[in-house]
């Protein structure tokens, strides 16, 4: 089978396509055909060992897993003796932060990781629910969203914000979102209230005051969206901060009955992947999908990916 390879950390020119031995599975694992994943930006931190904290999870001089991939979505091939809950044939999917190894043609699952794929929803879609759609769940679990509320969602259009901007939809509260000329009419479409250009306009400068803050591509810290917020309003970052201060900040303001932030970490798997199965099933949440690329073009993608500016999620297709 082929697969997408790196032995070192290291940008797109680190990975290698090869040839492996199909993998056989274990008592509670399923081989599984891939059929879709995204490149995604955990990939990406996968694959650099940036921020410095994802050596010492991957392996702190070179990563211990070598074969690519956080997600995927496919045909179950064949299951261990000890699998209960799914037979050859199942279309399946998953995603793991600290990697799967699926960015092959086959790969090797414990049952617990793995879900069943909604049926009206593609091998593409489902690949595409996973991991930005994760991360967004803990922003809207870690507060109570009341009816009336204003919520800023900057970078509305990454797999984090576009997938935010549909969970969030669902409750009774006023939208604003900033996106690039190119995506207003993408946000539109996702339910935002009031669109922000970042190209033309500072989201920080607005005279409007939001309950939530919500900045899902890390573009610009509490400090400055101080202002933008109400007198207990909450500010969530998809990233640490220019000096990993948001997570002190998380700490200290947790007391404070004025403005906080809230440092997301994420919730389990097994409560945030259940909540994206019952939003696909009821049509609620319908992944972005940018561009699609194959596996012997995973190279590209992953620099696509890694430039930052990506609209929604990157597909691999196998
Ligand atoms: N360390 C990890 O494991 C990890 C995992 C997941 C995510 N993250 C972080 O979470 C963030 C979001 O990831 P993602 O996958 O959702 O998206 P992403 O690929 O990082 O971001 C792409 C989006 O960012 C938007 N963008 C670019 N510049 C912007 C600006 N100045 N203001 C507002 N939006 C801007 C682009 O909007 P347009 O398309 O409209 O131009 C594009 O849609 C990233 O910063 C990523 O590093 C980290």
Redesign the pocket.
Known sequence: MKVAVRRQYGDQDSITIENFPNPIPKEDELLIQVKASTV???D??NLTGK?FI?KLMLGYSKPRKIILGTDFAGEVIQTGSQVKSFNPGDRVFGFF?MGLESQAEQVCIKEELVYSIPENIDFALAAAAL??AH?AYSFIHYVAIKPGQSMLI??A??????ALLQFARMFDIKIAA???T??IELIKSLGADQIID?TKEDFTQTSEKFDFVFD????STFGACKPILKEKGIYIS??LGPHSQNVLFSLTSRFSKNKKVIFPIPFSLKKTIPYMIDLLEKGKFKPVIDQSFSLDEISAAYKY?LS?????NVIINY
């Open positions: 995604n930006r955990t990406c931190a921020p994802m932060d991991e930005g991360y900057n970078g259009t990454g797999a984090i914000g576009s900033t996106c690039n190119k995506n970042f899902t591509v890390g573009k998809s990233e990916v930052g500016q990506k609209t929604g």
